[in-house]
């Protein structure tokens, strides 16, 4: 991944280049179909993700919580946390993704710790 595509999710934008492509080599694209289920509410919390292109709902028991766009990131909390999902995320058009796995998402914390200390903020900032 080219960490100019990094630059454009605001979790990302304030990252220094060499931070940005720390990053660069743990993220991976993904792309998926309107009405994919992105993420289910009760699974382990596998991967970060960000959503560069389209967007998501995302449903709590079977309520509409909140809707994403593009420079949203969700999956954060349970995998900084050890936690299973808390909520559903659903695609409501195709998705463009940024994803990274639970252990690459470990591994910012020594590779690029301003990133991660970014994500631990957005876990924080999300339970308040």
């Given at each position: 991944?080219e ?63 909140a ?62």
């Open positions: 991944m960490p100019a595509q990094l630059k454009r999710i605001p979790l990302f934008s304030d990252a220094d280049d060499r931070e940005l492509r720390r990053v660069a080599v743990f993220a991976e694209s993904k792309e998926v179909s309107e009405g994919t289920e992105v993420i289910a509410e009760g699974e382990f919390s596998n991967a970060l993700m960000a959503i560069e292109d389209g967007t998501a709902e995302v449903s709590r028991d079977g309520e509409h919580i809707d994403l766009g593009p420079g949203d990131v969700f999956g954060e909390a349970g995998m900084l946390d050890d936690e299973l999902r808390s909520a559903s995320v659903t695609a409501t058009s195709p998705l463009k993704l940024i994803t990274m796995g639970h252990f690459e998402v470990k591994r910012l914390k020594k590779d690029a710790p301003d990133v991660y200390a970014k994500i631990e903020q957005l876990v924080e900032e999300r339970k308040r």
